[in-house]
């Protein structure tokens, strides 16, 4: 699997809501497991098997992924190309200038792209999840694919046998004197690998580890936070009764 080629997470994405497409389409919440090793290193394979020959994580290293309870051993039996060293960073070999002749754009490092893609609908995570869940077939287009986040992408859905082929189901309503068709849910056209509880959770793993990956050390520093806090909060009392034990003689 891992020389499958791939352009995996354009930048632009909605989620599968019930809205009229004039308006967008509200993004879904992605599900937030960046403290589930076993969710994240599920993800970290899908990143390296189905998105790495494509596109770069140039910021991150392979040796990197012991954090999430992965040995170094398990890095290279796994998740490596042979020419591969556990301490070099996650870029790829594809030429840029053929990159751009074939998808029409260098596709784009993914090492923060949980962190750069938040917005007024939600994080980054949430537009990720609900962009890779969006793609339906479209016969017109040169991949054969299409998506509801991004018009006329010109990405392939790379997951599309764990997922199957779907279509979106419209119902057609009047809005102040217009026709609009207002996103209703998806039907089945044919069944991939995976049920779509499944697909869903692959999805949301893979995500969360591209949100693990913007920022390793997150959880770390959100947990040492809580103790900062707490230990201020105690040192505030004890200065707060040392000052009144200072001046109980003054008046």
Known sequence: MKKIISVLLLAFGFAAGVQANTEGIAWDKAPNKTNDLAALQNGAKVFVNYCLNCHAAAFMRFNRLKDLGLTEQQIKDNLLFPTDKVGETMKVSMDPKQAKEWFGGNPPDLTVIARSRS???????????????????????????????????????????LQGKRKPIYEVAQEHGEEVHIFKGWEQITPGTMTPEQYDQTVGDLVNYLQWMSEPAQNTRVRVGVWVLLFLSVLTFFTWRLNAAFWKDIK
Request: glycine share 10%; no cysteine.
């Open 119 to 161: 917005g007024e609908k939600g994080t980054g995570a949430d537009y990720l999840y609900t962009y890779l869940r969006t793609y339906y077939p479209d016969d017109t287009k040169a991949t054969g694919w299409n998506n509801l986040a991004y018009p006329n992408v010109a990405m392939p859905h790379v997951l599309w046998q």
